[in-house]
């Protein structure tokens, strides 16, 4: 039931642009989007509640195919504070649960 | 909007001994909490959900009776690592379901253990 990120790791330097994906083998109710700090908890970042729904805040945006049942997280122009692990997370459709994946980790160079 | 106030912040116990992780939901009523485990570089895997005035349900794998969770009121739910062992030491970090407030999913802040 995890949902499936790449890559992995990602390193850039600032300014450069990233993309995370996220996908799930179960239909999805909603995606949200959170990064952590390490030694942190979690930041939520956004949540996308319908197939094609599209949302963004300054420079991190994210979409949502449903009938693909996955999710990208864009960064563009990259800073510093961008540093972090990103995770998807998934609700089940018919559970509450909300089911992390297994993170991706972004490092920015100056 | 909704916080979570999760205590302590850290705690390092000898091995054998019991710890308590509070987490209290300051201005919503949170009926249902999620607890997760952290482990160094990995995700947060979710080990049980509680429900106010019900028993807890747990994950596959995670032993019940080593992981004790009371939800006695819509404010306050908490887990307590008994006979903890060095294998113990984690981030436990707890959820509360807002439902349409907050995006739905309020987190505290974390609980780092250290068992010695």
């Known amino acids: 039931q995890q949902p499936v990120q790449s890559p992995q790791a990602v390193i850039l330097r600032e300014g450069e642009d990233a993309v995370i994906n996220c996908s799930s083998s179960?239909?999805?109710?909603?995606v949200h989007w959170y990064r952590q700090k390490h030694g942190e908890a979690p930041v939520f970042l956004m949540i996308?509640?319908?197939?094609?729904e599209q949302k963004g805040h300054e420079k991190i945006s994210a979409s949502f195919n449903e009938k693909k049942q996955q999710s990208s997280l864009y960064l563009t122009a990259s800073q510093l504070s961008y540093s972090g692990t990103y995770f998807c997370?998934?609700?089940?459709?018919?559970?509450?649960?909300?089911?992390f994946g297994q993170g991706t980790r972004l490092t920015i160079n100056p | 909007g909704a916080v979570v106030s999760q205590h302590p912040s850290w705690v390092i116990c000898k091995s054998g001994t019991s710890v308590k992780i509070e987490c209290r939901s300051l201005?919503?009523?949170?009926?249902?909490m999620f607890w997760y485990r952290q482990f160094p570089k990995q995700s947060l895997m979710l080990m049980a959900t509680?429900?106010?005035?019900?028993?807890?349900?747990?994950e596959q794998g995670v032993e019940k009776d080593k992981f004790l969770i009371n939800h006695a009121s819509l404010t306050l739910s908490t887990l307590t690592v008994t006979s903890a062992h060095p294998e113990d030491s984690s981030f436990y970090i707890c959820?509360?379901?807002?439902?349409?407030?907050?995006?739905?999913?309020?987190f505290g802040s974390g609980t780092r253990l250290t068992v010695v």
């Open positions: 997370a998934s609700v089940i459709q018919g559970a509450q649960k909300l089911v």
């Open positions: 179960k239909a999805l109710y909603s």
């Open positions: 996308l509640l319908k197939g094609g």
């Open positions: 201005d919503f009523q949170a009926t249902t």
């Open positions: 509680s429900n106010e005035g019900s028993k807890a349900t747990y």
């Open positions: 959820s509360g379901l807002t439902g349409a407030r907050n995006y739905g999913y309020t």
